[in-house]
């Protein structure tokens, strides 16, 4: 079972149309951080969330965390080819006493804009 | 400010031998960590050293190896390589551990 559960698995829209892609867990996180990544390139981080019910923007995209902090979206309006890739949820796991530098991914949303 | 960097960006190898990969993190930042990518498994993480030590370890067997230097390059080392170890292996770096930063990627076949 995955700890990140991230829907759908593929998107496949035209540009111009709005899209939301969501990570969700049964488990409660004090913060979690969405990545972007183009083929050929490591993942680039576009935001961090840290508190229950905080909205960030971020041009055409709007990052949402959870109430209760085991959740996730991202919405993004009027999408564009340039948007394509892989989105990325993850979070920092304690394990073993310590979560410093391990973040456990989920398997992603590859998100795929026509012009 | 550079970003991460990896070297080599592409590398084949044949099952049995070994291969090295490194990587340079951002300047001022302490932690790194590595990452393997597959399309089945998704990205996975390997170890995360901090000032020349192992501060993490994820579950993989211990033909994987790893080393950080005292300016905070980091190296991976993978021996007797498996078919299974064909990925594309990710270097990140952090000031804190937590907010990671991604380098390029080595891409590794194994043939």
């Known amino acids: 079972t995955q700890l990140l559960e991230q829907s759908p698995q593929f998107l496949s829209i035209q540009e111009g149309e709005n899209l939301t892609v969501y990570c969700n867990s049964s488990s409660v996180f004090s913060s979690l951080q969405w990545y972007r990544q183009e083929p050929g390139e490591g993942p680039v981080l576009l935001v961090t969330v840290v508190t229950g019910g905080e909205v960030k923007k971020l041009k055409r995209l709007t990052f949402q965390f959870g109430d209760a902090r085991k959740d996730s979206s991202l919405h993004i309006t009027a999408a564009q080819p340039g948007d394509t890739g892989l989105y990325l949820c993850a979070v920092s796991i304690n394990a073993g006493g310590t979560s410093y530098g391990k973040l456990t991914f989920g398997q992603g949303t590859i998100l795929t804009v026509h012009p | 400010k550079a970003g991460v960097t990896q070297t080599p960006r592409y590398l084949i190898k044949t099952r049995g031998q070994q291969v090295t990969l490194s990587c340079s993190p951002i300047?001022?930042?302490?932690?790194v960590s590595w990452y393997q990518q597959t399309p089945g498994q998704g990205l996975q993480f390997l170890f995360e050293y901090f000032s020349e030590t192992q501060r993490n370890k994820g579950n993989f067997p211990g033909r994987f190896s790893g080393r950080q230097f005292s300016n905070s390059r980091s190296e991976m080392n993978v021996s007797t390589l498996e078919l299974g170890d064909s990925a594309l292996y990710l270097c990140?770096?952090?000031?804190?551990?937590?907010?990671?930063?991604f380098g390029p990627g080595t891409r590794l076949t194994v043939l």
């Open positions: 990140a770096s952090s000031y804190t551990g937590h907010e990671q930063f």
């Open positions: 300047s001022g930042h302490r932690s």
